[in-house]
Every structure is written in C-alpha cells, then in structure tokens.
C-alpha cells in the first residue's frame, strides 16, 4: 500500500525558513507527479507546487514562487518543499499528494495519494 508521510513543520516568524519532507513507502513516486498543497480551515485544498520525477520538471502556483522551492531526492524517495521569505498568509496544514499523471498539477482531484499533513504556522 502506497503511503506518504509529511514532516517539518512548525511555527516561525514571518520572514522565516521552513523545509517540509514527503517519504514515500517505495520508489513509485520517482515515476509520478508529486504535488504539495495546502489548506486552512474553510477553505478548498491549494495547490501549492510539484514535480514531475519522469523529467523533472516543475510548478509553482503564484503565491509561492519565487519563495518556495521542490526538489526530490529519488535514491531515498523523499520529495521537499523549501519555504523562504515566509509569510502570515503561508499558514496551512501543508499535504503532499502523488499520481500517476496530472493535466492539472495544482488540481487536488488528480491525485489519488495523500499524506496526513503537517501544519505550518507564521507568526507576524
């Protein structure tokens, strides 16, 4: 059974530095779609960036870009997401999700594998 763990985050100032994991249970997502998104209370789920591991390439939605950064580190099937210049609005409980292919990245329906989360909190 595919699963997805998420760790790293935390509360921090704005202004801050935050680097989340996603440990996947196999190789699988060297061949799929990774995505992170992020969502608070009320709101729909937002796609935040992902990578394709096929031929790495990369998203980011316009909140983020610039700011954040993923990367995949396929020998040990963890993909990251570095958050710099953070900001109060950043605050969500951060997912990451994986498929096998996406038309949309940043649409949460595509994707068929979740983590649980790991919140992340900016403090002004």
């Known amino acids: 059974q595919v699963q997805l763990v998420e760790s790293g985050g935390g509360s921090v100032q704005t202004g801050g530095s935050l680097r989340l994991s996603c440990a996947s249970s196999?190789?699988?997502?060297?061949?799929?779609?990774v995505g992170w998104f992020r969502q608070t209370p009320g709101k729909e789920r937002e796609g935040v960036a992902a990578i394709a591991g096929y031929f790495s390439k990369s998203w980011y939605s316009a909140a983020v870009a610039g700011r954040f950064t993923i990367s995949r580190d396929s020998a040990r099937n963890i993909t990251y997401l570095q958050m710099n210049n953070l900001k109060p609005e950043d605050t969500a409980t951060y997912y990451c999700?994986?498929?096998?292919?996406?038309?949309?990245?940043?649409?949460?329906?595509?994707?068929?594998?979740w983590g649980r989360g790991t919140p992340v909190t900016v403090s002004s």
């Open positions: 196999g190789d699988f997502v060297n061949r799929k779609v």
């Open positions: 999700a994986a498929s096998p292919d996406v038309s949309d990245w940043s649409d949460a329906a595509n994707y068929g594998y």
